[in-house]
Structures are given as structure tokens and as C-alpha cells.
């Protein structure tokens, strides 16, 4: 887990900065990252969803995602017909409107629901914001690569993916703490 200077009392505050430092972290570990999900697609726990379930549940209750909304304004996203005129008809738009002011080539990026941190439509969220970031779906070893695209958006994907490699003994990550992690934690100390 990437050491945040907001870590008090149990809860992880997300802020730019700490947003920054798993974009970075991830990105500059993909390789490790990509090694770690060939060696889960080999030899994985038969109870890898169970883990992984448990893992997601730890971190969203450090985290309040509700205070986040990274995935808001970076993910592109796909909504459905219904869903398009549920989001229309809560920012009283109608659904022409609407998509010649957000939907481009079919998707929608930044959503236009956020306001500041928070999701203005959250109780009747679509159902892919509403899953997000998909740790809790059944099958998680087959949908690797989208986990690989989330860890470096999403705090709570980031921090289970991290402590997923140690809680399954991943013999590189038992060997040896990556050295750019040990950075990332030292510079969130000195903040």
C-alpha cells in the first residue's frame, strides 16, 4: 500500500497527490504488474474471487470513493440507452441534448454527473459505475488486464491489487518489496 500522510484513524483520504502517486507507481511497475498477472493466470488459489472479494470490501470501507471520483473523470465510459436518459433526465436535459453536449463516438468522458468530488445521480448510479472497480465480479484471474487498467485510477484497485501479491505469496513480492514503492512511501513521509 502506497503510505498516504492522510492515513489517520483506519481511513485512507484520497487527494490529488495520492491519486498522482498510484498513477506513477502503477505505471512505472507495469512490468512487475504484468509478470504478477501471468503468474496468477498459472497458479492462482482455487478461492482467488474470495480473496480478491475481501480484499475490495477491506478498501472500501478505508476508503470513501464517494470523496474520490478519479474513475468519474478519467474513465471513458459506455452507458446504455436507459441509463443515458436516467443521467439526461437528472440533469433535466433532454436526451438529444444531452448527448451532443457529453457522448462522443458513443462514450462518455468526464462523466457529466460529478460535481466537484461527489456523483450527483449516486443512489441511481449506472450499474458499470456501480460495480466499479469490478474486483467483486466473479472470475477475477480473466479479467486481468482491465484490473491492470484500474489499479493506476482507483485507490481502492490499486491497494487490494498490492496486498492481493502478498497475500498470495507471490514469490517475487515475498522476495523482494519493489524498490520504487519503498520511494513512493518515503516521499508520502516527507510530505
Not at 483506519?10 to 502517486?21: H, S
Not at 504488474?33 to 470501507?61: E, G, H, M, T
Not at 446504455?80 to 458513443?106: H, N, W, Y
Request: net charge neutral.
Amino acid at each position: 500500500m502506497v503510505q498516504n500522510p492522510g492515513q489517520q484513524g483506519g481511513q485512507i483520504t484520497v487527494n490529488a497527490e495520492y491519486l498522482q502517486r498510484i498513477k506513477v507507481f502503477s505505471e512505472g511497475n507495469e512490468i512487475e504488474n504484468c509478470d504478477f498477472r501471468a503468474w496468477l493466470k498459472n497458479y492462482a488459489p482455487d478461492d482467488i474471487d474470495d480473496v480478491v472479494k475481501a480484499l475490495s470490501q477491506k478498501y472500501f470501507a478505508l476508503i470513501d470513493c464517494k470523496e474520490c471520483g478519479n474513475c468519474c473523470r478519467v474513465l471513458e465510459l459506455e452507458f446504455t440507452e436507459p441509463e443515458l436518459r436516467t443521467i439526461a433526465k437528472s440533469m433535466e436535459q433532454s436526451i438529444d441534448e444531452f448527448k451532443k453536449r457529453f457522448v462522443v463516438e458513443g462514450l462518455v468522458k468526464p462523466c457529466p454527473a460529478l460535481k466537484g468530488n461527489l456523483c450527483s445521480i449516486y443512489e441511481g448510479r449506472p450499474d458499470v459505475c456501480r460495480s466499479y472497480p469490478h474486483l467483486e465480479k466473479p472470475d477475477f484471474i480473466f479479467r486481468l488486464y482491465g484490473v491492470l487498467d484500474n489499479i493506476a485510477i482507483c485507490p481502492i484497485a490499486f491497494n487490494a491489487f498490492e496486498e492481493l501479491k502478498a497475500k498470495v505469496k507471490w514469490p517475487k513480492y515475498r522476495a523482494r518489496r519493489s524498490r520504487r514503492m519503498r520511494e513512493i512511501e518515503t516521499k508520502g513521509d516527507e510530505a
